[in-house]
């Protein structure tokens, strides 16, 4: 079936370099698209979302790209800190016309100090 | 800053006992959801409820299963009889405004042991 899914279990960076999270997605019917950050013991936490008439979408230190072509979605930060380890999960619409969030597995970014 | 509440925030129970989790969404939200996630997996969609009806549900909501707001600050979700791969973390989450493309807010989570 469709289905998110993400290139990178585990990534382990530098504090202060900048961190690409990947993520792949094969809905084509998906309108809208967010990441979500879960920090140890927590819910998920909205980060910044996407729809899919735009291909770019800037918040504070974050940067989402959507590659429809491709079915491809990207989260980049910016300088990252430590408190920016936690798990990272793109959702999407589930298309067809549910609006219910559908998760991937999840990137663990590790940050480094 | 309004947050979603759950209680408890762990939840020790036996096999084939019934267990009801406790949440209470944003106060001016009118979308709610339960959610679970088992240890190392992803998030997986379990429930959504608008208007004091479900609204949508995933083959995981099976007959054990149920969801209601006795009241108009609580959204409960019920398992009947706990089956052991029951146990895994329930999030609730609640949205603002009509069915579409809102952000979810989720809250901390109850962690279900079913032994």
């Given amino acids: 079936g469709e289905s998110v899914g993400l290139h990178l279990p585990t990534l382990s960076v530098q504090e202060g370099d900048n961190s690409i999270i990947n993520c792949a997605y094969s809905n084509s019917a998906s309108d809208y698209f967010i990441w979500y950050k879960q920090e140890s013991g927590k819910g998920p936490q909205f980060i910044i979302d996407i729809r899919s008439n735009m291909d770019k979408r800037q918040g504070q230190r974050v940067t989402v790209l959507l590659n429809k072509t491709v079915k491809h979605l990207s989260l980049q930060i910016a300088a990252t800190q430590p408190g920016d380890s936690a798990v990272y999960f793109c959702a999407e619409d589930a298309g067809g016309g549910s609006y219910i969030p559908t998760f991937g597995r999840g990137t663990s970014l590790i940050v480094h100090p | ?115």
């Fill in chain 2, 1 to 115: 800053e309004p947050e979603v509440t759950q209680t408890p925030s762990h939840q020790v129970t036996q096999m084939g006992q019934e267990v009801i989790l406790r949440c209470v969404p944003i106060s001016n939200h009118l979308y709610f959801y339960w959610y679970r996630q088992i240890l190392g997996q992803k998030v997986e969609f379990l429930v959504s409820f608008y208007n004091n009806e479900i609204s949508e549900k995933s083959e995981i909501f099976d007959d054990q299963f149920s969801v209601e707001r006795p009241d108009g600050s609580n959204f409960t979700l019920k398992i009947r009889s706990t089956k052991l791969e029951d146990s895994a973390m329930y999030f609730c989450a609640s949205s603002l405004g009509t069915k579409g493309l809102e952000k979810l807010f989720f809250g901390s989570g109850t962690q279900l042991s079913v032994l």
